[in-house]
């Protein structure tokens, strides 16, 4: 481990004189790629640089244990203690640190909500969820749009699309993907009995052109007139579209802007995540003969999480997790949940590298 975490501070001295080069500044896209790499090693190298410092002042404190003041020995015999605790901490951080980057971390995300089995009941469970997820993002400050949405006459959401835009959202979002379960007593219920009802999360990374290129010529482009709930007419153009992607069968519709140019370019975004997706589960599949894939496969049709609304609880089913704070979780109030699966997918890394 020490080997490679000086190859990496070596690598950030590199990327630290390239950026104080002059002839780097005229050239702004070599200075970006330049400039995130160095931004993605710099936590790694002050980690490193920290638990170098401290494996000195241990040596130091060692030699003061040689002096022939008592005093000076107990001193450092005390500072010695609290030492080896830093020490054992910052290896632990280190440990984790230096484990395999998943690339799309730093993306923005594209969230696909979809109602399941419960009728109008998991639609408007669905839009809760949306909000759920929209409260978090705000309080972190990630911005929010909706791309898409299919709203039920009674506030629901038979699908609802938004794009999360902020640093780190894949990295927080990535293990909510999977089947969604609430068990409560629909507004719609009126002998009081528990209903369970079922929404479908998606978590898609958001691809860059140069990462998915769309070639024109594979797309088929429909246009047709927006409606909204009860087929009431939303405006009189053909502003809504959707985009087929011919080789995968893939289609995606946009409908929610009165710009037909600015559907199309929502679409394509969608289009752009889910090719991605597509082919980066490909990529896992390959190789998950030989790797585990940490805390469940995000699979779809993977039941992750139930939302117990009158015992107010909520349960993450992959570690086991309850929690009785279900009202501060649907005001978006996730970072408890978001933790302990951070924490448990690096567990199952270290123990795969291990």
């Given at each position: 481990?020490?080997?490679?975490?000086?190859?990496?501070?070596?690598?950030?001295?590199?990327?630290e004189h390239l950026l104080s080069d002059p002839q780097l500044l005229g050239k702004q896209k070599e200075y970006s790629r330049v400039a995130k790499e160095r931004a993605e090693l710099e936590e790694i190298v002050g980690c490193y640089r920290e638990w170098k410092k401290t494996e000195q002042e241990i040596l130091d404190n060692r030699e003061l244990l040689k002096e022939k003041?008592?005093?000076?020995r107990e001193l450092a015999k005390e500072e010695l203690s609290a030492l080896r605790e830093k020490k054992d901490s910052l290896e632990e951080r280190l440990k984790i640190l230096i484990l395999p980057k998943d690339p799309?971390?730093?993306k923005n995300v594209i969230l696909e909500i979809r109602a399941g089995t419960g009728g109008e009941e998991a639609a408007l469970f669905a839009a809760q969820l949306f909000r759920m997820y929209s409260r978090y993002a705000e309080s972190r400050g990630w911005r929010v749009e909706v791309m898409s949405s299919n709203p039920t006459g009674l506030g629901g959401f038979k699908e609802i699309i938004g794009l999360i835009e902020g640093r780190g959202a894949y990295s927080r979002l990535k293990f909510e993907g999977g089947v969604h379960r609430v068990q409560r007593v629909p507004v719609t219920e009126a002998s009081g009995r528990i209903h369970t009802s079922a929404v479908t999360v998606a978590v898609l990374a958001e691809a860059d052109e140069v990462e998915v290129e769309v070639d024109p010529k594979d797309l088929r482009i429909d246009v047709f007139r927006?409606?909204?709930?009860?087929?009431?007419s939303v405006n009189t153009t053909d502003s809504a579209v959707r985009v087929t992607h011919l080789p995968t069968a893939l289609v995606v519709t946009c409908q929610d802007e009165k710009s037909q140019h600015k559907n199309k370019a929502k679409a394509l975004k969608i289009l752009r995540a889910r090719l991605l997706?597509?082919?980066?589960?490909e990529q896992r599949s390959e190789i998950a003969?030989?790797?585990?894939?940490?805390?469940g496969s995000g699979d779809r049709s993977e039941r992750i999480r139930t939302y117990n609304f009158p015992q107010g609880r909520v349960t993450d089913h992959r570690i086991n997790l309850t929690l009785y704070k279900l009202d501060r979780i649907m005001e978006g109030e996730l970072d408890e949940v978001v933790e302990e699966l951070v924490t448990h997918h690096q567990a199952e890394a270290l123990q795969a590298t291990a």
């Open positions: 481990m020490l080997e490679k975490l000086a190859e990496v501070e070596k690598r950030y001295e590199q990327l003041d008592e005093a000076i799309n971390d730093t927006s409606s909204g709930p009860g087929g009431q997706e597509k082919k980066q589960q003969a030989t790797r585990k894939l940490m805390v």
